[in-house]
């Protein structure tokens, strides 16, 4: 059974920087497309950012294009959202997810993480 623990979210001010991390264990980490996911107050989930197995390729939402960077260590069984530019409106429950595929296609995930909050002031 895979499991997903996130670390790393936070209270930043608007135009700061936090970093997620999500450490995958159960499986073999390199069989995965990884991903991340929020859900705003009042809001549905929204897929952010994702990534393929050899870490090569990867999708992001417009929204957060040129300010957020997935990235993953496959020696490490972790992945990575850096989040730089920070806005207000980036302020959700963040999930790490995992999908049992080589491409970065990570929707509908089979495994996800139990969350961790970002909240940024302005």
């Known amino acids: 059974q895979v499991q997903l623990r996130e670390s790393g979210g936070g209270l930043v001010q608007a135009g700061g920087s936090l970093r997620l991390s999500c450490a995958f264990s159960?499986?073999?980490?390199?069989?995965?497309?990884m991903g991340w996911f929020r859900r705003a107050p009042g809001k549905e989930r929204e897929f952010v950012a994702s990534i393929n197995w050899s870490g090569d390729t990867s999708y992001y939402t417009d929204s957060v294009k040129g300010r957020f960077t997935i990235s993953r260590d496959n020696a490490e069984n972790t992945v990575y959202l850096q989040m730089n530019g920070l806005k207000p409106e980036d302020t959700a429950v963040y999930y790490c997810?995992?999908?049992?595929?080589?491409?970065?296609?990570?929707?509908?995930?089979?495994?996800w993480g139990q969350g961790t909050q970002v909240t940024v002031s302005s």
């Open positions: 997810a995992a999908r049992a595929q080589g491409t970065a296609v990570v929707d509908p995930p089979d495994y």
């Open positions: 159960g499986r073999s980490f390199s069989s995965y497309a």
